[in-house]
């Protein structure tokens, strides 16, 4: 009886072993299958940017369903996470609206700095239609790995792709790697190339051809979706009359929010710039500085390290946009891609549509229309014959504010509290010559 015991006790325990070794080789079976033979997604293009990217697919994979916006790019992340355990493996595919200041090697050396790792190798692979440049960094002691490659795309653009590996296998990193690579479908950005245009036409003209008697000056009430005036915006430029500079002051109070948003600017024919902005709501303050020469923008935001990069030759400070516009005017018809320089010192690419309409009266006029390539607003400009504009649009979920035209006296009867913050022709030219 006791032996029947024991025998029987003896298959079960068999059996359960067994089992959790089949089991353990089905985890090992798919690790290594999902991990040896790289399937990828179908292309997942990236609107106007003529990318189009597959990363890797299949179980134990997750990959994101959309590109996502960070900072100064748009990046896709999969991980490889089987059975709902931790990554094991991570792949990124990062798109740069601006090229980084570092040179290759320098930047992965500095990547390694950061992230404590040791680099192993750094060599070059061709992929489709781009040339990469790599590297190999490893953490000591430690069975992690990571692949890092860059490459330079036209118009400033740039595309790095990054493979980390906590198993240890090389070879498996670089097939990912690879894999990505040889799968990146590139056809020509015909409106990030228009825009380019667009953006030298300007350079050409200089600022100050877009000037009125040496100046210009914009005021605008704003009024919300109930048609309730809810602040005003105040942009006034002259012409320095030194190498066609343009000095250029922009205000945007938003009563109800007790938000202020004021920023200054000094151009050069757009080859040389200064800005500083700030941003005042509820008490906190945001302040930003940058300086812009020979496609270099240094970028300096309050508690933050300083940040260079290099932009590519669509770049358009928004500040100075609403003084280029009859530019976008006399190209009526067309549609471009520009990178718009925030005054918070992002890059957004933005498609810039411009058409021909009819004022009530009759006259020919001009709509231009921004859809920035991230978030749900929209702009929209109304010009007039002689390319003032005299109405402007900001749409959002929340509604459609609209900037009226006024003068700057109605702004300072309306606001008698901002009167000091609000520039005029003599205030500007006192605080060039000083």
């Given amino acids: 009886m006791e032996n ?3 025998s029987n006790k003896l298959k079960t325990d068999i059996i359960a072993f067994a089992a959790v070794l089949a089991a353990m080789l089905f985890i090992a079976w798919l690790i290594s299958s999902a991990m040896s033979a790289v399937r990828l997604t179908d292309p997942l293009e990236l609107p106007n940017s003529g990318l189009s ?7 134990g994979w997750h990959t994101d369903s959309n590109w996502q916006h960070q900072d100064n790019y748009f990046v896709l992340n999969s991980i490889y996470a089987p059975s709902g355990a931790m990554p094991l493996i991570s792949a990124s595919t990062r798109y740069m609206v601006a090229s ?13 700095k950061a992230s404590k790792l040791n680099v192993g190798f750094i060599g070059q692979m061709q992929g489709s239609g781009l040339k990469f440049k790599y590297a190999i960094l490893a953490e000591p002691e430690s069975s992690y790995v990571m692949m890092l490659g860059t490459a330079k795309m036209d118009y400033g653009r740039g595309l790095e792709i990054e493979v980390q590996d906590t198993t240890g296998d090389i070879q498996r990193t670089q097939r990912i790697f690879q894999s990505i690579a040889d799968n990146l479908q590139i056809q020509p950005n015909d409106l990030l190339a228009a825009g380019a245009e667009i953006v030298s036409l300007i350079k050409q003209n200089g600022l100050a051809y877009y000037l009125t008697d040496g100046s210009s000056q914009n005021s605008f009430l704003i009024k919300d979706p109930e048609g309730n005036i809810a602040g005003f915006s105040s942009d006034i430029a002259i012409n320095q009359n030194i190498d066609s500079s343009v000095i250029t002051n922009g205000l945007m109070y938003i009563a109800d929010k007790s938000e202020i948003f004021t ?15 700030q941003r005042v709501r509820l008490g906190s303050r ?8 020979g496609g270099s923008l240094r970028l300096l935001r309050a508690a933050q390290q300083p940040m260079q990069y ?6 358009l400070p928004y500040l100075s946009m609403e003084l280029a516009i009859r530019t976008l005017a006399e190209k009526s018809g067309s549609e471009v891609l520009l990178d718009i320089l925030t005054p918070d010192g992002a890059l957004m690419p933005s498609v810039v549509s411009v058409e021909t309409t009819d004022e009530k009266n009759g006259h020919k006029a001009f709509l231009i229309r921004m859809e920035p390539a991230v978030g749900d607003m929209s702009y929209e400009w109304t010009l007039g014959k002689d390319y003032s504009i005299y109405r402007t649009q900001v749409a959002s979920p929340d509604g459609t504010l609209e900037f009226e035209k006024t003068d700057t006296e109605t702004i300072k009867k309306l606001f008698p509290q901002m009167s000091d913050y609000i520039f005029d022709e ?3 030219r006192e605080l060039t010559i000083s």
């Fill in 263 to 277: 920023s200054f600017e000094v151009c050069e024919d757009m080859e040389r710039f200064v800005c500083r902005s």
């Fill in 426 to 428: 003599d205030m500007m």
């Fill in 4 to 6: 029947n015991y024991i």
């Fill in 310 to 315: 290099y932009t590519g030759p669509a770049m």
């Fill in 286 to 293: 945001e302040a930003v500085n940058m300086s812009y020469e």
């Fill in 53 to 59: 990217v597959s990363m890797p697919k299949g179980a």
């Fill in 100 to 112: 980084q200041h570092l040179r290759p090697k320098e930047h992965f050396q500095s990547k390694a």
